[in-house]
């Protein structure tokens, strides 16, 4: 069932009803409707998977009241890493263990040993890093004290299962979102009406920008040996506006839902395509799990402390990281390491966090400064979304080489029967809006909400794309 | 919660006038936008008259050169649209009757395109903006699962084609942004030649009595049209050249002018002729069934 699907359009206010109107006396009520929805949203994907999901937040359950309990160190210790190896066992299997039979096998085949892997025919289970990080951070949290175990089953299989953000994020806080749900909610208005404008305006960056630039962006990327180098930079930048609108719709449409049943769930975007360097880029993108990969492994690497070695060695282990989180394939791990090498330069000479503060754009040199930062930072980026797309790592090499080196710079008219420059103007609208709306959640509220509102639903309406229907790029992951 | 509801409410309103303003909207500017296909050709023109009408697919659209019938004293014009099916064909060929047309012979392509009785999305959805205008579009549609929903529900058959007759082909009809779709009565001439030619594979291909043809017969019989069935040329290294034997086995009265034209240099593709090769099947073809008036 996905968030811009009829599906979804039924069953949200099916939920919202019985929530509201027959859950609303008590939080326990409340809550056994949403674990029971989260569980139907689930198994909407595949049954199936709903076995892994309950066994997931029994796991997360158990061995957080065990380590608790234990009375040393050593058996807290045990608790931790048996549910920790337990949990990423599946994530392995389920997701790496045919990348990792596959490579040795190249590997090998390579140095002179013929080797036929043997591969799992498996699905990845949806939202299946999602909740295992999700689990795993209460693990964490638990081990060393910062909170208490939850003792209520079907409050903490909320936390884990939580529809709007079970099977793309954001990657919760038990700190975070478990004291929301040992309450009961009361309806607010104001949060209600929010959450709808933020639901239509994360519709619009899915169906109206995301799936108009992957109409474009996979057109080039799939036929990149015949385009052109303007056609080659447009696809990076259409795949970058695909990449953002795609997951960070999906975000808006999460955070939204959420706020219909009075919850609210942490930011997972905060502009990034306004940021002046790439550190800023990573304060700003993805927040929940970048946040996560500081907390949970950055910071017990020994994060900025210790020599510039030491620390340049922490970068590169949480970058490559982060990008085999995303799939089971060398191009997200090349992009991993893209990232790890931009970031790298400003932490040697500690200017990683010298873009904290917020700033406005006016006519000087400043401002000249911070745009052209801006751009660049985009640019930078845009090339590291090339090895994310691409289907290979040579794929990637070659549409760089190509990019920089075919010389042509005039429109194109391509195989899907479109022009390669046709979406600039949809994406400056697109920018300037976002520009001008960034101090805030979303652009609706505030004044003429009514005139904006009716403009975003007649942009879904007549730009959104329908007849090619395209899933979250993140339910993959 | 009141107020909630009643803010939904609104929200619902507008998002329903929407819906009705930009159906109206986009309909009003296919109304009057007679250029962009041979559709929307056809749905504006009126008591045309014919000596010779081509049908059928991009091996209609690429094939028949409308001039050399012209050149010959019959007035004829190439229907065929690429990507058409023989359902699309059965369609236009009805609209035709409608818009009061007057044609003594119709050539129908009728090879691969009987290989299926399924219908072309692409094709299907150019007729969407003519559906509450065109009485016989609403009956050749009113079986298909969303018929409800593409005719009762405002602005629905704009999303549901949007690839096709949505945002950028309302805004290309409303500039009258030029297609080459009508130029040459009718017919597209194939200018690239793919070297070296890839084999077509009718390995998969079996030819099935279709439901469309047998419209366009009877269509033809009641409007007392002359009908002609032909094959058009593949190349000489398609596999399973067989197809077009089973082909009259189906439907005898076909005739099998598949190897009128055999040379490689009149190909395009496998499947399409260049323009030299379209020239040399027209003049086949007007050989065959037609004598010169002139």
């Not at chain 1, 950055?298 to 282990?317: A, D, E, H, T």
């Not at chain 2, 369609?91 to 012979?105: A, F, Q, S, W």
Request: aromatic residues 18%; contains cysteine.
């Amino acid at each position: 069932m996905f968030f811009n699907s009829l599906h979804f359009a039924v069953f949200l206010p099916i939920v919202f009803l019985m929530y509201w109107f027959v859950g609303q006396k008590s939080k326990i009520n409340q809550n056994y409707i949403l674990i029971l929805a989260s569980y139907y949203f689930y198994s909407c994907w595949d049954w199936r998977f709903l076995f892994l999901l309950v066994f997931s937040t029994l796991l997360d359950y158990f061995s957080a009241i065990q380590i608790e309990k234990s009375d040393t160190p050593q058996r807290k210790k045990l608790w931790l890493w048996l549910c920790i190896s337990i949990n990423l066992g599946f994530l392995g299997v389920f997701k790496y263990y045919n990348f990792f039979a596959e490579s040795f096998a190249e590997l090998f085949t390579a140095i002179g040993f013929k080797v036929s892997p043997l591969l799992l025919d498996v699905i990845l289970p949806v939202g299946i890093s999602f909740y295992t990080f999700h689990g795993l951070s209460y693990i964490i949290d638990i081990y060393y004290g910062r909170i208490k175990s939850e003792k209520n089953f079907v409050d903490y299989s909320l936390f884990v299962s939580y529809f709007p953000l079970l099977v793309a994020g954001p990657i919760e806080r038990a700190t975070h979102l478990l004291p929301q749900l040992k309450k009961r909610r009361k309806f607010d208005f104001e949060k209600a009406k929010e959450g709808v404008y933020q639901i239509i305006w994360g519709l619009v960056k899915k169906v109206v920008i995301a799936d108009t630039c992957a109409v474009y962006a996979n057109g080039i990327f799939e036929n990149y040996n015949s385009m052109n180098s303007l056609s080659l930079m447009l696809g990076a930048i259409y795949f970058a506006f695909q990449i953002y609108g795609d997951f960070s719709g999906y975000s808006d449409i999460a955070l939204g839902t959420s706020k219909l049943f009075g919850i609210d769930l942490l930011k997972n975007f905060n502009f990034p395509y306004f940021s002046r360097d790439i550190a800023e880029f990573w304060r700003r993108w993805h927040i929940s799990l970048s946040s996560w990969f500081r907390d949970y492994l950055y910071i017990p690497l020994g994060g900025s402390k210790g020599s510039k070695l030491f620390q340049i060695r922490n970068v590169m282990i949480i970058f490559l990281v982060s990008g085999f989180w995303h799939g089971a394939n060398w191009t997200f791990i090349a992009w991993g390491l893209i990232n790890a090498l931009y970031f790298i330069p400003l932490m040697v000479l500690n200017r990683n966090r010298s873009n904290m503060d917020s700033f406005q754009l006016t006519l000087n040199f400043d401002s000249l400064r911070i745009l052209i930062n801006i751009m660049l930072t985009f640019a930078i980026t845009c090339v590291a979304w090339i090895f994310f797309r691409s289907k290979t790592i040579q794929d990637a090499f070659a549409y760089i080489y190509r990019m920089f080196t075919e010389g042509h710079f005039t429109e194109q008219y391509f195989k899907i029967e479109r022009y390669t420059t046709e979406l600039w103007s949809l994406l400056l609208i697109f920018v300037l809006v976002e520009w001008n709306s960034r101090t805030k959640i979303e652009p609706i509220s505030g004044k003429y909400s009514w005139v904006k509102m009716s403009f975003c639903l007649a942009a879904i309406l007549a730009l959104g794309v329908f007849s090619d229907y395209k899933e979250f790029i993140y339910f993959q992951f | 919660m009141k107020r909630f509801f009643q803010f939904l409410g609104k929200g619902l309103a507008v998002l329903l006038l929407t819906m009705i303003v930009l159906d109206a909207l986009y309909t009003v500017v296919y109304k009057q936008s007679d250029d962009r296909n041979k559709i929307s050709h056809l749905y504006h023109s009126e008591n045309q008259q014919y000596d010779v009408v081509f049908l059928g697919s991009s091996r209609v659209n690429n094939h028949f050169v409308p001039k050399y019938f012209n050149d010959r004293g019959y007035k004829t014009y190439n229907f065929g649209i690429t990507r058409s099916r023989l359902e699309e064909s059965a369609l236009m060929l009805k609209l035709m009757v409608e818009r009061n047309y007057v044609i003594d012979t119709l050539i129908l392509q009728v090879d691969l395109n009987i290989n299926t009785n399924d219908h072309s999305e692409a094709i299907r959805s150019l007729f969407m903006p003519y559906l509450h205008q065109s009485k016989t579009i609403r009956e050749h549609y009113k079986d298909i699962p969303e018929y409800n929903e593409l005719l009762l529900v405002p602005f629905y058959r704009y999303m549901h084609y949007d690839a096709r007759i949505g945002f950028r082909e309302m805004y290309a009809s409303l500039v009258h942004k030029e297609t080459n779709a009508l130029h040459r009565d009718g017919f597209n001439a194939l200018t690239k030649n793919q070297r070296p030619m890839v084999a077509a594979d009718l390995s998969k291909y079996y030819p099935k009595r279709n439901k469309a043809y047998e419209e366009i017969k009877a269509v033809c019989k009641a409007n007392n049209i002359h009908l002609i069935a032909v094959t058009t040329p593949m190349c000489m290294s398609t596999i399973n050249r067989e197809y077009f034997n089973h082909i009259q086995k189906v439907y005898p009265e076909i005739y099998r002018l598949e190897d009128a034209v055999t040379d490689d240099q009149y190909f395009s593709t496998c499947g399409h002729l260049n323009e030299k090769g379209a020239t040399e099947y027209t003049k086949a073809v007007f050989d065959q069934f037609f004598k010169p008036r002139n």
